[in-house]
């Protein structure tokens, strides 16, 4: 499973980013994605996640009612749309993929593939 994150960039604060993963065809479908970030200096951690089906979504404390996790199987990619960005959004955003299930059990680990990181930058 390859994939492929973009659409980071410099935003000033209360501004929109959308990330886009783009996978090879069908990969969404047979996996849960995720995306997750990393500040310097911090542990990667969990922003959001979507099911196999597309119908569950998953959101950090931090970045719910902001950010919001979608895909487009047409094009094999999901997006993360940011919102009303802070500057502790600031990190290198990862998307990821797991085989198993968001909706029953743990949804922050167990993610097997990942792409390269996208920086957002939020100026305040």
């Known amino acids: 499973v390859q994939l492929q994150a973009s659409g980071g960039g410099l935003v000033q604060t209360g501004g929109s980013l959308r990330l886009s993963c783009a996978a090879s065809?069908?990969?969404?479908?047979?996996?849960?994605s995720g995306w997750f970030r990393q500040a310097p200096g911090k542990e990667r951690e969990f922003v959001a996640a979507l099911s196999r089906g597309g119908s569950s979504t998953k959101y950090a404390d931090s970045v719910n009612g902001r950010f919001t996790i979608s895909r487009d199987s047409a094009k094999s990619t999901v997006y993360l749309q940011m919102n009303s960005l802070k500057p502790e959004d600031t990190a290198v955003y990862y998307c990821s993929a797991r085989p198993n299930s968001i909706t029953s059990g743990t949804y922050t680990t167990g993610y097997s593939y990942w792409g390269r990181g996208t920086q957002v930058t939020v100026s305040s």
């Open positions: 065809a069908g990969t969404f479908g047979k996996y849960a």
